[in-house]
């Protein structure tokens, strides 16, 4: 029988975290990112901030910039918000379901 096992307690990194470590190597500035991603300055220093998640449109823009593909991307935001959710949502009324 396969149990689930509670997560590691330290949060995963949110995307933007990283990208505020990959920008100095670039050479580019990071209202130069935002304009060659085609997205508002402001919501490019919200994701670097971790005050907004990466959307799939974004983590495609992102793959293709930094050559890593969408995917990447969206599987550390959907990480990083599965391990916030699994502490932040009361699911102790909710039954397992097993198969027959």
């Not at 935002?34 to 919501?43: D, F, P």
């Not at 495609?60 to 599965?82: E, I, S, T």
């Amino acid at each position: 029988m396969l149990t689930a096992t509670l997560r590691s307690n330290r949060c995963p990194s949110h995307p933007g975290a990283l990208l505020d470590d990959i920008i100095p190597a670039t050479g580019k500035t990071k209202a130069q990112i935002a304009e060659l991603l085609g997205i508002s300055r402001q919501h490019f220093y919200d994701i670097i901030g971790e005050r907004k998640p990466v959307s799939p449109a974004v983590a495609a823009r992102l793959g293709k910039a930094f050559g890593d593909g969408a995917a990447v991307w969206l599987r550390m935001q959907a990480a990083y918000d599965a391990w916030h959710v699994e502490r932040e949502v009361d699911v102790s009324n909710i039954p397992t379901i097993r198969a027959a």
